[in-house]
C-alpha cells in the first residue's frame, strides 16, 4: 500500500475559499517589515495567501485583510505594486 500525503492547504485572505497552497500566492512581510510576492513560498518571514485574480486582491484591500494577517498597516502603494506583479504572472 502506498502513502497517502496530505495536500496543504490554505485560505485566500480575499474571498475566503480554501484550496491548496500551489493554487495560490504568497504575499509575504520579511523581517524588515517589506511586502513582497513570495513565488517559491519557502521564504522566511509571516506569509497570507490570495488567489491568482485581481478581484481577491481588491478584496482584500477593502476587508483590510492583508493589513491583519500581516499585523501591520499596508501603504496603497504596496497594492499597486502587487496588482502590477499580479498583472505580470496573469500573462506568463
Known sequence: MGTV???PVRKCIGCGEMKSKKEMMRVLKTTEDEIVLDA????NGR???LCFSRDCLEKAQKNKGLERSLKMGIPKEVYESLKK???VIDKS
Not at 517559491?40 to 521564504?43: A, F, S
Open 47 to 49: 506569509g497570507a495567501y
Open 85 to 87: 506583479e499580479l498583472e
Open 5 to 7: 500525503r496530505k495536500v
Open 40 to 43: 517559491t513560498g519557502k521564504k
